[in-house]
């Protein structure tokens, strides 16, 4: 069997046995010896067991849906990260701690599959890490911990502007530390990757401001709503450094672009910016 025709059984495995309860598709693609295995289970399902398991997964949780994030292979064995989502509205969930019932509650978590198959296409081993604790508390078995109080529209609004006039306009770092989350994600359209954390974000800055060091912003408007904010905003600057690789004009360049923030714990989280780059790229001679 090759890789791909692995990686196909592998995504059949997700939609047709776990997320649609097909218990014929264990007789007719795992061998004798299968095991599966997974740190919240004392011990591994073998052979025709499984079909047990996804009975019982499918009894407490009727709705439970698979989705592959990822899935990689080679040789013999494919890795699937995946998120599983449903709701506890069937039959109670069996643990080592005893069967929890159902309260109706929804879940959302993720997991990896370690599969291996043997020369026959066989499913022979699934070795599984999945976040149980994320599982057990979203459906009520155990207390989550108390979430960060949110901040109010109007912090939110404030962190707003100080990130376009102290930081992205007069280039003070200091105020990374203050508004952004050490998880940050930044993401425009002009990077292939999203910028992460504090240090990337000091990174861009630096790098932008390199590029254009007169650069200044300015907010046209902007609102709040709960965990996120918004801004449109105009920037006009020179371009005296390198910037996307780009080696300095001296052209003179104004954008226009929107920004959508996301606050988790007082502080931002994520930026998704979405700005005129064509027209940048006009004006700093990139083509006609």
């Given at each position: 069997?090759?890789v791909?025709?692995?990686?196909?059984?592998a995504?059949r495995?997700?939609a047709?046995?776990?997320?649609?309860?097909?218990?014929?598709f264990?007789?007719?693609?795992f061998?004798?010896?299968?095991?599966?295995?997974n740190p919240t289970?004392?011990d591994p399902y073998?052979g025709?067991e499984f079909?047990?398991l996804?009975?019982?997964?499918?009894g407490a949780f009727?709705?439970v849906?698979?989705?592959i994030?990822?899935l990689?292979?080679s040789?013999?064995t494919v890795?699937?990260?995946?998120t599983?989502?449903g709701?506890?509205t069937?039959?109670?969930?069996k643990t080592l701690?005893?069967?929890?019932p159902?309260q109706?509650?929804s879940?959302v978590?993720?997991g990896m599959?370690?599969?291996?198959?043997?020369?026959?296409?066989k499913?022979?081993e699934?070795?599984i890490n999945?976040?149980?604790?994320?599982l057990?508390?979203?459906i009520?078995?155990?207390?989550a911990?108390?979430?960060?109080?949110?901040?109010s529209?109007?912090d939110?609004?404030?962190?707003?502007?100080?990130?376009?006039?102290?930081?992205?306009?007069q280039g003070?770092m200091?105020?990374?530390?203050?508004i952004f989350?050490?998880n940050?994600?930044?993401?425009?359209p002009t990077?292939?990757?999203?910028?992460r954390?504090?240090d990337?974000?000091?990174g861009?800055?630096?790098?932008?401001?390199?590029g254009?060091?007169?650069i200044q912003f300015t907010?046209e408007?902007?609102?709040?709503?709960?965990?996120?904010?918004?801004?449109r905003w105009?920037?006009?600057?020179?371009?005296?450094g390198t910037?996307?690789g780009?080696?300095?004009t001296g052209n003179?360049?104004?954008?226009q672009?929107?920004?959508i923030?996301?606050?988790?714990?007082?502080k931002?989280?994520?930026?998704?910016v979405?700005?005129?780059d064509?027209g940048?790229?006009?004006?700093?001679?990139?083509?006609?």
């Open positions: 069997m090759s791909e025709e692995n990686k196909t059984l995504r495995y997700y047709e046995l776990m997320s649609a309860g097909d218990l014929s264990v007789d007719k693609y061998a004798p010896e299968f095991e599966f295995s289970h004392v073998k025709q079909k047990n996804v009975t019982m997964l499918r009727p709705d849906k698979f989705t994030e990822h990689l292979g040789g013999n890795v699937g990260h995946w599983a989502r709701t506890h069937g039959t109670p969930l701690k005893g069967d929890i159902a109706g509650n879940f978590i993720d599959s370690w599969i291996r198959f043997n020369d026959e296409g499913f022979v699934a070795r999945e976040d149980t604790l994320g057990l508390m979203q009520g078995a155990i207390p911990p108390p979430a960060p109080a949110p901040s529209t109007e939110n609004e404030a962190m707003v502007v100080r990130y376009f006039s102290e930081l992205m306009s003070k200091e105020v990374i530390e203050e989350a050490p940050l994600s930044f993401h425009i990077l292939p990757e999203p910028i954390g504090h990337g974000m000091r861009f800055v630096t790098g932008l401001r390199t254009f060091p007169d907010i408007r902007h609102i709040a709503e709960g965990d996120k904010a918004a801004a105009f920037i006009e600057g020179t371009h005296e910037f996307l780009m080696p300095a003179h360049i104004k954008d672009g929107v920004d923030f996301i606050f988790s714990g007082g931002i989280a994520e930026i998704w979405n700005e005129n064509l940048l790229m006009k004006q700093l001679g990139a083509f006609g």
